[in-house]
């Protein structure tokens, strides 16, 4: 079975720049977060779709990060304009149910971000 | 602020030997925790999870314990092996909430 795909998996911009990651969930998962990891800390939720419904974005820095989910499968998460402090791994996972509760969360491998 | 923390932020133990990683949460909602393992440059990898009315659950060389008492969570490692060596994340979610709050991890360092 494969995994969640997520590209690039590197990647470098400076600061105001704009940039976009790309996430594509295990087959027949209804349900996909997006993740930020700051070095040395535990992933951070930033948003929850199910399907391609929002069921979460409380933590998105809604004036730079947005996110979609179109047709309910693959999504992007995009940062526009880039600050010093969103270097990062931005990590994908999907999940059969709709809860982290009791359904497995398989993660992406993550994008490093860097942002000079 | 997070809600569950690690009482160490590094590790080390020598192979064959067991290893246990402390967690504590300061919430007594809480009432489902999980343990993930991330080795480097790879996504957190589901190890075993737990409910609050169990205080221990095992797994395939790992033992979850919970102790509700004093909100401490632990994992158990039995005979550690150089692909043990990652980082360790606890994460916690209350009734009525199906987020995850990851703590901040704990490295493990495998020693031949």
């Known amino acids: 079975e494969a995994g969640v795909a997520q590209s690039p998996r590197y990647k470098i911009i400076e600061k105001r720049q704009s940039v976009a990651f790309w996430c594509n969930p295990i087959s027949g998962h209804a349900t996909l977060y997006w993740y930020q990891q700051i070095l040395g800390q535990g992933p951070k939720l930033l948003i929850q779709?199910?399907?391609?419904?929002?069921?979460?974005d409380s933590q998105l820095p809604k004036d730079r990060f947005s996110a979609e989910r179109l047709k309910g499968v693959d999504s992007t998460l995009k940062i526009q304009p880039a600050k010093l402090e969103d270097s990062a791994v931005y990590l994908c996972?999907?999940?059969?149910?709709?809860?982290?509760?009791?359904?497995?969360?398989?993660f992406g491998p993550g994008t490093r971000l860097t942002v000079l | 602020g997070e809600s569950v923390g690690l009482h160490l932020p590094t590790l080390s133990v020598q192979e064959g030997d067991n290893s246990i990683i402390n967690c504590a949460y300061s919430n007594s909602a809480s009432d489902y925790f999980i343990w993930y393992k991330q080795e480097s440059g790879k996504g957190p990898q589901f190890i075993i999870d737990?409910?609050?009315?169990?205080d221990k659950r095992q797994g395939q060389r790992v033992t979850v314990l919970l102790n509700k008492t004093v909100k401490h969570l632990s994992l158990q490692i039995a005979a550690t092996q150089p692909g043990d060596s990652a980082v360790y994340f606890c994460?916690?979610?209350?009734?009525?909430?199906?987020?995850?709050?990851f703590g901040a991890g704990t490295t493990v360092t495998v020693r031949a």
């Open positions: 996972a999907s999940s059969s149910g709709t809860s982290g509760r009791g359904n497995e969360q398989f």
């Open positions: 994460a916690e979610s209350r009734p009525g909430d199906y987020k995850l709050s």
């Open positions: 779709f199910q399907n391609n419904g929002v069921v979460d």
């Open positions: 737990i409910r609050s009315n169990m």
